[in-house]
Nanobody, 119 residues
């Protein structure tokens, strides 16, 4: 399963970006999605998660992004999103998506997309 991440770029502090992570693989649904990030010299950090079980959906966020970032998914487009608002220089990192279908045995990673926030 290939996940295509996009939407990164250079933005000034206070700005916004929306990351996307899409798959065209038939038979694969994004029931569980995560966004991670990795800044230079640091480990990979879980930023946001979304879980969809039947009709219920829940999300969670790292404290550092709570209230500024929002994770969502579009079933019709089989795409995972991360809306990032009020960006700060410390949000600068390579962002990775991870997605899993509840009926598949493993999850899959997208390639990273660079987000750079200038002060």
């Amino acid at each position: 399963v290939q996940l295509q991440a996009s939407g990164g770029g250079l933005v000034q502090a206070g700005g916004s970006l929306r990351l996307s992570c899409a798959t065209s693989r038939s038979g694969f649904s994004i029931n569980f999605g995560d966004w991670y990030r990795q800044a230079p010299g640091k480990g990979r950090e879980l930023v946001a998660s979304i879980n969809s079980e039947e009709s219920e959906e829940s999300d969670s966020y790292a404290d550092s992004v709570k209230g500024r970032f929002a994770i969502s998914r579009d079933n019709t487009r089989n795409t995972l999103y991360l809306q990032m608002n009020s960006l700060k220089p410390e949000d600068t990192a390579v962002y990775y998506c991870h997605a899993k279908d509840r009926n598949w045995s493993r999850g899959y990673w997208g390639q990273g997309t660079q987000v750079t926030v200038s002060s």
